[in-house]
């Protein structure tokens, strides 16, 4: 069955040190995968998707196949990254898409 | 440009009520979806749509009904509200295979 891990729902860092949110995922076909983040009182937006191998607002994400994983990293966390971060997969040319847990992810100063 | 507009944004139903949420976007995509979000569990695709007059059924479909007569609406119909659909909802649109989902702002549905 497709699944969605995010083995961490609550992950807290400090300003400027390094930031790995972890997803993993159980598929039989070609995943699609992406990373979506609601900021507090926002909605749900895009924030990186694998196909498209890019860095926004300096966090990057690699598919790993062998490991069956899409990481989420930036290598200096900053205040306003603080944020509720989903990964997704997609199951479906219709975009359906399968969510994991969630991750909290809270940067101190 | 609005992007999805879902209403109401909360709602407080009795168990046997019925409702209709509501979805509507602007920006002429084909795929339109329904999701619910409840604590520990992520969001859970309820229904789809890949077009006008084609739907079909998400993870979670029970409980739910869905239509799509144009474009731009998809609304969602509780048929008889039960406790256990107490949620978040979040509808979202997509241009096409592979884009990025635009999500409403979400649907607080409270059934005492």
């Known amino acids: 069955a497709q699944r969605v891990t995010q083995p961490e729902k609550l992950l807290s860092v400090f300003k400027g040190a390094p930031v790995e949110l972890k997803c993993n995922y159980s598929?039989?076909?070609?995943?699609?995968l992406f990373w979506y983040v609601q900021y507090s009182r926002q909605r749900l937006q895009l924030l990186l998707r694998?196909?498209s191998r890019e860095s926004i607002k300096g966090f990057t994400a690699d598919l790993n196949k062998g490991e069956t994983s899409f990481h989420l990293k930036k290598p200096f966390a900053q205040e306003e990254d603080s944020a509720m971060y989903y990964c997704?997969?997609?199951?479906?040319?219709?975009?359906?898409?399968?969510f994991g847990q969630g991750t909290r992810l809270t940067i101190n100063p | 440009n609005a992007g999805v507009t879902q209403t109401p944004k909360f709602q407080v139903l009795k168990t046997g009520q019925s409702m209709t949420l509501q979805c509507a976007q602007d920006?002429?995509?084909?795929?339109m979806s329904w999701y619910r979000q409840d604590p520990g569990m992520g969001l859970r695709l309820i229904h789809y749509?890949?077009?006008?007059?084609?739907?079909d059924q998400g993870e979670v479909p029970n409980g739910y009904n869905v239509s799509r007569s144009t474009t731009e609406d998809f609304p969602l119909r509780l048929l008889s509200a039960a406790p256990s659909q107490t949620s978040v909802y979040f509808c979202?649109?997509?241009?096409?295979?592979?884009?990025?989902?635009?999500f409403g702002q979400g649907t607080r549905l409270t059934v005492v």
């Open positions: 979202a649109s997509t241009r096409g295979q592979g884009g990025a989902a635009f």
């Open positions: 598929y039989s076909g070609s995943p699609e």
């Open positions: 694998h196909i």
């Open positions: 997704a997969l997609n199951i479906g040319g219709a975009q359906k898409l399968v």
């Open positions: 920006m002429n995509h084909e795929y």
């Open positions: 749509s890949v077009g006008a007059g084609i739907t």
